[in-house]
């Protein structure tokens, strides 16, 4: 048997272990679910601005709690559940059977997939029907999907090369959530980041692919079929279009911004020593 035949057949035992423990397999789909509804009864009343569109902020959690589900299946999960079974030998119990090791991470990596792909669709129809809230279509929802399976991919490459940090299985809920909950926040996750968010802040969130992530989920229930305008240059004077800026972007180059300016007007461009934002 090839390596691909045993992955899929490590993928359906994955899958059927999961869906045979309905106490881990409910709590995982009820949980965004219920963020959804607290956050929305709390603070879905209003409306915030989203890339210079007006959207409401019952269509703003939608696509945040989306985007928490996805980080949670493919992020969260994958890690306890790994570090919980280093822990417990299975993974060096590996060895001794004809499953290779890296087929038995796709396996985990495509299960994980699986299961964030789901909770999107759960969660948006949910929004679409309790709240109303916009479901990319057309073009937009090609990119919206490939955007989904590239950020969960990421997520779960994340999940794995994070057990390496942690030493056991009691430490590794407080490693995880230490590592992701705080950068729930500064992303706009939970409570949306207005103009007057302290620019710490915002310069910390664009480290870290929690919020490119999620503002690609809220451009693309927006309405938004662009992917936005925060792009990243690694030379003065050069003008870069971006599809999504990278997690970490490291150097010592210098970086270009480019401020809009009237109508029919030249853009004016300031170098500066750290990472910019890019409007036009």
């Known amino acids: 048997m090839n390596a691909l035949a045993l992955t899929l057949r490590q993928v359906r035992f994955i899958n059927r272990s999961f869906w045979r423990n309905p106490a881990s397999a ?17 603070l879905g009343s209003g409306s915030v601005h989203l890339d210079g569109r ?21 992020y969260t999960n994958l890690a306890m559940a790994t570090t919980f079974l280093r ?41 679409r029907l309790a709240y109303q809230a916009t479901i990319p279509s057309g073009a937009t929802l090609g990119r919206f999907v490939v955007m989904l399976l590239v950020g969960a991919a990421s997520f779960c490459l994340l999940g794995v090369a994070i057990t390496g940090f ?17 950068l729930l926040f500064l992303s706009g996750i939970f409570i949306p980041l207005g103009s007057k968010a302290p620019t710490w802040i915002v310069w910390v969130a664009r480290i ?20 936005g305008p925060t792009c990243w ?36 461009m300031r170098c500066s020593m750290a990472a910019a934002r890019c409007s036009a």
Not at 26 to 42: C, D, S
Not at 106 to 121: M, P, S
Not at 210 to 227: E, I
């Open 208 to 227: 870290f692919p929690v919020r490119h992530f999620a503002a690609g989920y809220k451009r693309a229930t927006s309405g938004r079929a662009s992917p």
């Open 166 to 182: 942690i030493p056991n299985a009691d430490a590794a809920p407080a490693i995880v959530n230490f590592s992701i909950l705080p």
């Open 54 to 74: 007006t959207v409401r902020e019952s269509t703003y959690y939608v696509a945040a709690m989306a985007s928490f589900a996805v980080i949670t299946a493919c």
């Open 87 to 127: 822990d417990q030998g299975v993974l060096k119990r590996l060895n001794g059977t004809p499953l290779p090791a890296s087929a038995y991470f796709v396996a985990r990596v495509l299960h994980a997939l699986l299961v964030a792909v789901l909770l999107v669709v759960i969660t948006s129809a949910f929004g």
């Open 26 to 42: 409910g709590f995982t789909f009820a949980f965004p679910l219920m963020f959804l509804v607290i956050f929305t009864a709390l």
């Open 233 to 268: 240059s690694w030379r003065c004077g050069r003008r870069r279009w971006c599809r999504g800026a990278p997690a970490v972007q490291l150097g010592a180059a210098r970086l270009i911004r480019v401020e809009p300016t009237a109508p029919g007007a030249k853009s004016t």
